[in-house]
């Protein structure tokens, strides 16, 4: 039974006044909950230390991939559910909730009264809470843009909205450089004036101006997708962490008990769906090509940049920056500034991309711009490990490039190919695409790279610590650790040579100009380039297979879409969804 949608638009009741506030209110929110998804990344050596653990110890490196991970995994999962609940009780309401939740945990981070184990659970648990109010931001700010604003302007403040979503990914990177090199926990407080302004104002200013659905919530539904999306994702974060004698989890029976468990629960999710009359997947909208096509297309893109960020700060963070010059611990700070070109090529490009999709459309500009985006990993294979910086900052300003021109055209066709009162179910599904996709991202570009290290990383630092001066049973001892140790090492800033020789004690045996090179800023990244090439090789070879993939679905999506009048076929017809003609 083919349902037709007929009905008004929303932005004809509202005035350019209300629209420009909601752009600014919904722009600062979505700014800030993708900035935190990324601050702490810089900070995690400024938070540990500050409540006085170890993260790289065995037993503690379950809480660093948390700190993390833990973020993105509950927003993947909670999204769509807080978009739906958006629907039926009011999206202005549900946006307006998230903000006091997310403000009033920023506070609690950053009271947090415990140290080591304690410290780290406090700090994890209310970082979740957080995500939960990140979740009911990001659901709802693009369906109260959609709504706010026609489909002549959409594309413009989409692509501002997307924009700040996508830079507060990497200015969150120099950001929580410079606040945790004053007090980790200015990392947290920085949320709160915002949180606290935003919060009042959007209460103040905002208001419903699309019908409330109603209805009951699909219960089965939300459990199942939750229960076996977060399964999935803990079952990847999971697989990059040793595992007895294997670099990595992947051959762990709970690993494979939680893949298989989640996917037979999504198995499940979807048979609920066919089958309630309120589910909370629309179902029904994947018969509307754009809004398939744009969501496929916004996957692979996603799958593709979330772990490009870890991978670039590793390269810098592991090999370039101490070959530069740059200590240890100044490395995580200069990655996130060296970054910076990335960041710029979203701000300039995004506006302007949203806004040539509003007069031209979206396909054409949106599939142009994963052609760039796939480019700048063929340029970034042909870089040396020891590139020259320009030739860097250039490809990863036309990554950025690439990814804002991409992104606002792909949001406005999505979530203008469906209905007016379904926009916070469509909202809620897109962010659950790209979510899970960041989230996987990283459990997958983790992998590969792992994987591209453990064939050559053990013998070239076996025999290189052992031509300094280790014992080779020490030797032999280090070069047998997973490469993950190394990798994070790297990441937070710790001088990897020390970190992996301090157990033994071998530093001391050492002369003073052996002790020197080792720990030196040359000998350990000359060590890791040969093997870490062979790891990026991998990983930026899988990523432009996905910038080709997003391309072709982005040129798929077919005709032009400027009305929210597209046809819907939902899974089960019932007299609350909509009327026919």
């Known amino acids: 039974m083919t349902v037709e949608t007929v009905e008004e638009d929303p932005s004809a009741k509202v005035d350019d006044h209300y629209r420009w506030v909601a752009l600014a209110n ?40 948390w700190m993390i991970m833990g973020y993105r995994l509950v927003q993947a999962v909670t999204v769509v559910t807080f978009g739906r609940l958006g629907d039926m009780f009011g999206r202005v309401k549900i946006y307006n909730a998230g903000f006091v939740v997310f403000t009033v945990s920023s506070i609690l981070l950053s009271v947090c009264p415990y140290m080591g184990v304690r410290g780290a659970q406090w700090l994890i648990g209310w970082r979740l809470v957080q995500a939960l109010g990140g979740s009911m931001l990001t659901a709802n700010s693009v369906a109260i843009l959609t709504d706010a604003f026609p489909s002549r302007q959409r594309g413009f403040a989409l692509g501002l909205n997307q924009v700040a979503a996508l830079a507060g ?12 090199a004053v007090d980790w926990r200015l990392v947290f407080w920085v949320n709160v004036p915002v949180g606290v302004f935003g ?10 101006i699309s019908d409330r659905q109603g209805g009951r919530i699909d219960w089965w539904g939300n459990v199942t997708f939750a229960v076996g999306l977060g399964a999935i994702l803990v079952g990847v974060t999971y697989g990059i962490q040793p595992y007895r004698d294997h670099a990595m989890g992947w051959t762990s029976p709970a690993v494979d ?7 037979a629960l999504l198995g499940a999710f979807v048979v609920i769906e066919t089958r309630v009359a309120e589910p909370l997947f629309q179902l029904g909208l994947f018969r509307i ?12 893109v996603a799958v593709a940049r979330g772990g490009l960020q870890f991978v670039l700060i590793i390269w810098l963070q592991g090999i370039w920056l101490p070959l530069h010059g740059y200590s240890y611990g100044q490395t995580p700070l200069w990655a996130g500034i060296f970054l910076l070109p990335l960041t710029a090529g979203f701000l300039v490009s995004g506006p302007l991309a949203g806004t040539l999709s509003d007069r031209f459309g979206s396909r054409g500009m949106a599939t142009a711009g994963t052609v760039v985006f796939g480019g700048s990993f063929v340029g970034l294979l042909a870089l040396p490990v020891d590139f020259p910086y320009w030739s860097f900052a250039l490809l990863i300003t036309a990554s950025g490039i690439g990814s804002g021109m991409f992104a606002a055209p792909n ?44 064939g050559t990383l053990s013998t070239t630092l076996t025999n290189g610590l052992h031509q300094h001066g280790v014992t080779q049973s020490v030797a032999q001892h280090v070069g047998s650790l997973p490469p993950v140790a190394s990798l994070f090492a790297a990441l937070l800033g710790v001088n990897p040579i020390q970190h992996l020789l301090a157990p033994s004690g071998a530093l001391a045996t050492l ?39 997003a ?31």
Not at 551 to 580: F, I, K, N, Q, Y
């Open 26 to 65: 919904t722009t600062a929110a979505v700014f800030m909950s993708t900035l935190d998804g990324s601050i702490v990344i810089i900070a995690l050596p400024a938070i540990f230390r500050g409540i006085h653990l170890d993260p790289l110890a065995p037993g503690n490196i379950v809480y660093l991939l």
């Open 169 to 180: 990914m990497f200015v969150g990177l120099v950001a929580g450089g410079l606040l945790a």
């Open 199 to 208: 919060t009042l104002w959007a209460y103040w200013r905002l208001r419903e």
């Open 257 to 263: 008990l939680l893949l298989i468990g989640g996917a």
């Open 289 to 300: 090509r754009a809004f398939t096509a744009g969501n496929i297309a916004a996957f692979a």
């Open 411 to 454: 949001t406005s066709s999505i979530m203008s190919s469906v209905p007016a009162r379904l926009r916070g179910a469509a909202s809620g599904m897109r962010a659950t695409f790209q979510n899970s996709g960041t989230a996987l991202s990283i459990g997958i570009f983790f992998s590969l790279m792992i994987a591209g290290l453990t």
């Open 511 to 549: 002369s003073t100009s052996s002790r020197h090179l080792l720990t030196g800023h040359t000998f350990f990244p000359q060590l890791i380039s040969e093997p870490f090439h062979h790891g990026l090789v991998v990983v930026f070879a899988f990523a432009t297979g996905l910038s080709v993939i």
């Open 551 to 581: 391309g072709l679905a982005s040129l798929l999506r077919g005709r032009r879409v400027t009305d929210a009048r597209a046809p819907l076929v939902p899974t089960t017809p019932t007299p609350e969804m909509s009327t026919t003609r």
